[in-house]
């Protein structure tokens, strides 16, 4: 068996260690014998999403991602072909922001892709934190860390997960993150995969049920990787408890 | 005699006193004091410099430029105002001058070394414009504190259009800093390699920043790279390019020491890292423009002792321990290279800590290349510090295993004991302090 990881416009959007999402991705495929291959591509390359698995768009400065933005409308249509299609998807950060209509900031709007209904407006100040989420759909919590001046607003659409600690999408609704069919769009870095395995196995999941309709996946030793997600819950799920306490 | 200024120099001096005797060796605390009683105790003082300040700002190497360049003046006798110890902002640098002036309140300085950090300069400068500036390079660092490079060139380059005579020295390999040292309009001069050393780093997988001309957007085309985004460049678009270098090196060697030739002459230092090839050339750019003698170069560069953490050399018994700080991508993909420039059998310490000064946000350990730490030299791995599971998983999704010991001193004592006598320990920001301390505390047991 074999996948295709595409990772979109990596010399632009590589802001918070996306590398690592990546990595995670394609060591979890080969620890159980499936061959991830993964795919960049630059600014100006013809995406081809019709042998994609996964998608990864990532994060970058907001002049990096300006550029982007000019650039990603020739690809809107096969993007949300694919999207539609239920193509897996991770957008991070900056990535997350593109897959919404747009995201206004002081010196103007930059227009986003439309594959889901949501949209960015900047605010201040930067949201800077160590996130925890749940979300029933996974069997433990989900961490990471968020550093975003935009405040997303994802209306009906399902959050990644409801806020435990950290700010989330916007710092006011609980919600963080979005879920649109096999699309994840979160702040989540730090990178989001390694210390969520869980995470990272639903997209492997969700992109083998598509290719080749079955998305049983062989049970991995993850007791590091639960081990680095608990050290985070129980020590910022404490620090919260001091704060209420005092 | 300005008896505010006196109270103000005389109760910093106790207070850092004080605080170095509870064991903080924090300045900032007596710095914070001392403006607090008077708050122009910094401008006061900086204006009795008697001829040039020198700042020294950039991502990595401040401290070992800024200390080596105030090395270079007191060997040629010069008295200097210098904040060696690395406390960079803006109380950091008051406590420096407080702590050089007299009981009177008065400083007999005839320069001032300083390294800023970058997002401090805009402080400072309200109080003093130096004469130089030295920017060493700029990348990537603690995101989660400034936002992102951006934000930092843009502070920078603020602080510098506050001081418009402020000559600027700067790293011309670095597209980045060069492109900033040009738009601020100040004057400039430019130090750099023009010469191929490093051989395969066209397809190094090291994450590059500035690879887009900040001019006009476009992807830069390099002739060849010497680590990160350093190297010849030119946009092949409009008409930025690396700037002309007057401070040029040839013949570089490095490995076992470096040595490379300079406006005639030939320099010698018993360092490793490539890296500090930039920090030597900084300081001869620095002295040179100053137009102070270089008669003693070389000899400074020989006794010079590294400030705590930079390379820093520990004799245990049978047993070598180097101790080196690595606090961003950049840095650390430095320090691998020179650990793997030690051919012989080694253990490895890594120590992570996610405190405020080492920037909460630790994603960027995956921006590493730590997948060249597969070394057969290199014989175990143990991680340590705040952040050591993080660490222990990075490694093992380049399928490297490592040990965990959260215990900083534990970790030491235990490969002391049983790994094979030659030790490096690599360690982020507040990491650096304990494990000095505790490296020199061990140190001095086995000499007695
Ligand atoms: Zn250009």
Not at chain 1, 95 to 103: D, P, R
Not at chain 1, 209 to 229: I, M, V, Y
Not at chain 2, 348 to 356: E, G, K, P, R, T
Request: aromatic share 10%.
């Amino acid at each position: 068996m074999n996948i295709k990881i595409v990772h979109l416009y990596p010399d632009l959007l590589n802001l918070y260690g996306d590398r690592g999402n990546i990595q995670c991705m394609v060591m979890r495929c080969r620890w159980r014998g499936i061959d991830a291959q993964v795919k960049e591509y630059r600014l100006g390359d013809r995406v081809d999403f019709s042998d994609a698995d996964i998608v990864l768009l990532g994060g970058g400065s907001d002049r990096e991602q300006q550029i982007v933005c000019t650039k990603l409308q020739s690809i809107r249509s096969d993007f949300s072909a694919y999207v539609e299609d239920g193509g897996t998807v991770i957008a991070v950060c900056g990535g997350y922001q593109l897959l919404g209509h747009y995201y206004d900031t002081p010196d103007g709007r930059m227009e986003g892709l439309s594959l889901v209904d949501l949209y960015t407006q900047q605010g201040s100040p930067r949201l800077i934190s160590n996130v925890i989420l749940k979300n029933e759909e996974f069997p433990y919590e989900i961490v990471g860390f968020e550093n975003h001046g935009g405040r997303t607003f994802i209306g009906d659409n399902k959050p990644f997960g409801t806020v435990a600690f950290g700010f989330g999408n916007n710092g006011e609704d609980g919600k963080e993150g979005v879920m649109y069919k096999n699309v994840i769009g979160t702040y989540l870095h730090g990178p989001l995969l390694p210390k969520n395995p869980h995470v990272c196995d639903r997209l492997i999941g969700t992109a083998l049920e598509r290719r080749f309709g079955s998305s049983q996946l062989e049970p991995l030793d993850d007791e590091d990787e639960k081990r680095a997600n608990r050290y985070i819950v129980e020590r910022f799920v404490k620090e919260e408890k001091q704060a209420s306490d005092r | 005699m300005d008896i505010r200024r006196m109270t103000a120099v005389n109760t910093a001096k106790a207070a850092s006193w004080a605080s170095r005797l509870l064991g903080k060796g924090g300045t900032t605390f007596s710095g914070k004091l001392a403006m607090k009683m008077d708050p122009s105790v910094l401008k006061d003082l900086a204006a009795q410099v008697r001829k040039k300040i020198f700042v020294t700002c950039g991502t990595n190497g401040k401290t070992t430029t800024n200390n080596l360049l105030c090395s270079m003046l007191e060997a040629q006798g010069y008295k200097v105002v210098c904040n060696r110890m690395g406390a960079n902002m803006l109380e950091g640098v008051a406590a420096a001058f407080a702590g050089a002036a007299d009981l009177a309140g008065n400083l007999d300085a005839d320069y001032a070394c300083i390294e800023i950090d970058e997002a401090s300069a805009v402080k400072v400068f309200r109080y003093f414009k130096p004469d130089y500036m030295i920017i060493t390079n700029l990348f990537r660092d603690q995101l989660d504190r400034y936002g992102e490079i951006d934000i930092i060139m843009d502070v920078l380059e603020k602080a510098i259009r506050m001081a418009p005579d402020m000559k600027i020295i700067v790293n011309g390999d670095d597209s980045l800093a060069a492109f900033m040292a040009q738009e601020t309009g100040n004057p400039y001069v430019c130090y750099g390699i023009s010469e191929k050393v490093v051989s395969g780093q066209e397809n190094s997988r090291e994450v590059r920043e500035g690879r887009f001309c900040k001019n006009c957007g476009a992807l830069l085309e390099y002739d060849f790279y010497h680590y990160s985004q350093m190297g010849v460049y030119h946009c092949p678009s409009c008409s930025f390019k690396r700037p002309a270098i007057q401070y040029d090196a040839s013949n570089v060697s490095f490995g076992n020491g470096l040595s490379f030739d300079v406006s005639g002459r030939h320099l010698e230092a018993n360092y490793r890292g490539f890296y500090n090839i930039y920090n030597i050339l900084a300081v001869w750019s620095a002295v040179s423009e100053a137009q102070l003698p270089t008669d003693r170069f070389n000899e400074v560069l020989g006794s010079y002792k590294p400030q705590f953490g930079r390379n820093e050399v520990f004799r245990l018994g049978e047993s070598r321990v180097l101790l080196n700080l690595a606090k961003n991508p950049a840095g650390f993909n430095q320090n691998i290279a020179a650990v793997l420039e030690d051919k012989t059998p080694k253990d490895l310490i890594i120590v992570i800590n996610d405190n405020a000064q080492d920037g909460k946000d630790i994603s960027w350990l995956w921006d590493v290349d730590f997948d060249s730490l597969s070394h057969e030299s290199i014989r175990s791995i143990t991680v340590s510090g705040i952040r050591a599971l993080d660490m222990h998983l990075r490694l093992k999704y380049v399928g490297i295993k490592s040990t965990t010991s959260p215990d900083t001193a534990s970790a030491i004592r235990q490969k002391l004991s049983e790994g094979c006598k030659n030790l490096y320990v690599l360690v982020n920001y507040t990491a650096l302090y304990d494990a000095h301390k505790l490296l020199q505390e061990m140190e001095k047991k086995y000499e007695h």
